[in-house]
């Protein structure tokens, strides 16, 4: 297939790879043309580092790109997908298959970023997410996620193209638990970091995503995804990855706020785009629009935004009202 991956941070460029591995002829779309000509002339990502990137990829800084691509990937962060689906709707063949990458909910409209896609371009959108670090994707090491679409044939199309023998991809029509689990688990990583930072243990750590992951379940379900999901790859997976792992941006960011750095210094020495942050905000905004009870991601905000202590967030967190385990969400 002919493929255009718009945005060459690590992600896009790992995914890249795979497709050029795959036989594909792969263009990478970069927002800045010098970007786009130093991966051309380099055949480096600074985000992946130690990876040289195949002869045969085409790069491009034009949204024209897409003009002629069987499909189309979106791989850019999350407030830019808006303005990246404008640039590119013009172009777009009528048959091309959508396939959304980034993670995370738009801040004002609390719309997923399959939704904005589509709203945007009017295409049924292809989720594909899952735990996957770009830095281990762009080695070639043993990773799988999940190809989510209503549309069936559409999800297959999808998990064909990028399937092979170290990424495996598994279908689901769970669109909003998939979407809802990859763009929340970033911020209960932020707060696993914040945790590390703070001196805390593996049983805080434990504790935090346990509780993180009912917290979106319950999230999840009230807007019509299924319980499942969340046991999934793109539930419990994903945030097993992002809450362990130094590759995570969010988790890496929360560290140094937990060691007492302010939240803007904290994200500009991580150095790339911190997705927790701005999925705290808008699935902060989202739960209270629908009246579900998040006290993680409500103390994560008050860090976040309003400069709370950490410590006192999570002595109050330790400190509510007596609860049974299972009768928030129904695991049982």
């Known amino acids: 297939m002919k493929i255009a991956v718009m945005g060459s941070g690590g992600w896009g460029t790992a995914l890249c790879t795979v497709l050029h591995q795959n036989g594909h002829q792969v263009t990478l779309w970069s927002y800045r043309e010098e970007e786009s000509i130093q991966l051309a002339e380099t055949r480096q990502n600074p985000f992946l580092q130690g990876v040289l990137l195949p002869e045969g990829i085409v790069y491009s800084a034009d949204p024209a790109c897409v003009q002629g691509q069987q499909m189309v990937v979106m791989a850019t962060p999350s407030f830019a997908v808006r303005s990246t689906a404008c640039a590119i709707a013009p172009y777009l063949e009528k048959d091309t298959v959508l396939v959304c990458v980034t993670k995370g909910i738009e801040a004002d409209t609390d719309l997923r970023m399959s939704q904005v896609l589509e709203e945007v371009t009017g295409k049924t959108v292809v989720v594909l997410s899952g735990p996957s670090h770009a830095e281990e994707v762009g080695r070639g090491i043993?990773?799988?996620?999940?190809?989510?679409?209503?549309?069936?044939?559409?999800?297959?199309?999808?998990?064909?193209?990028?399937?092979?023998?170290?990424?495996?991809?598994?279908?689901?029509?769970?669109?909003?638990?998939?979407?809802?689990?990859?763009?929340?688990?970033?911020?209960?990583?932020?707060?696993?970091?914040?945790?590390?930072?703070?001196?805390?243990?593996?049983?805080?750590?434990?504790?935090?995503?346990?509780?993180?992951?009912?917290?979106?379940?319950?999230?999840?379900?009230?807007?019509?995804?299924?319980?499942?999901?969340?046991?999934?790859?793109?539930?419990?997976?994903?945030?097993?990855?992002?809450?362990?792992?130094?590759?995570?941006?969010?988790?890496?960011?929360?560290?140094?706020?937990?060691?007492?750095?302010?939240?803007?210094?904290?994200?500009?020495?991580?150095?790339?785009?911190?997705?927790?942050?701005?999925?705290?905000?808008?699935?902060?905004?989202?739960?209270?629009?629908?009246?579900?009870?998040?006290?993680?991601?409500?103390?994560?905000?008050?860090?976040?935004?309003?400069?709370?202590?950490?410590?006192?967030?999570?002595?109050?967190?330790?400190?509510?009202?007596?609860?049974?385990?299972?009768?928030?969400?129904?695991?049982?």
């Open 142 to 332: 043993p990773t799988g996620c999940v190809a989510a679409c209503q549309d069936e044939y559409l999800a297959k199309i999808v998990q064909d193209a990028f399937m092979n023998h170290f990424f495996r991809v598994y279908t689901s029509p769970d669109v909003i638990g998939v979407e809802l689990g990859a763009a929340m688990k970033n911020v209960i990583a932020l707060c696993a970091g914040v945790c590390d930072g703070l001196g805390y243990g593996d049983n805080t750590k434990a504790l935090l995503m346990t509780r993180g992951l009912t917290e979106i379940a319950r999230l999840g379900m009230a807007l019509g995804a299924k319980m499942q999901t969340f046991a999934g790859l793109a539930g419990v997976g994903d945030l097993i990855v992002t809450c362990t792992s130094m590759h995570s941006r969010n988790r890496r960011a929360g560290i140094l706020i937990g060691q007492g750095k302010d939240v803007q210094e904290a994200m500009k020495e991580v150095g790339a785009v911190v997705e927790g942050y701005y999925a705290t905000i808008s699935g902060y905004q989202l739960a209270h629009k629908m009246k579900i009870d998040m006290p993680i991601l409500n103390q994560a905000y008050e860090v976040l935004l309003h400069k709370k202590a950490p410590a006192l967030a999570m002595q109050e967190l330790m400190t509510r009202g007596k609860k049974g385990e299972m009768e928030d969400v129904g695991w049982m």
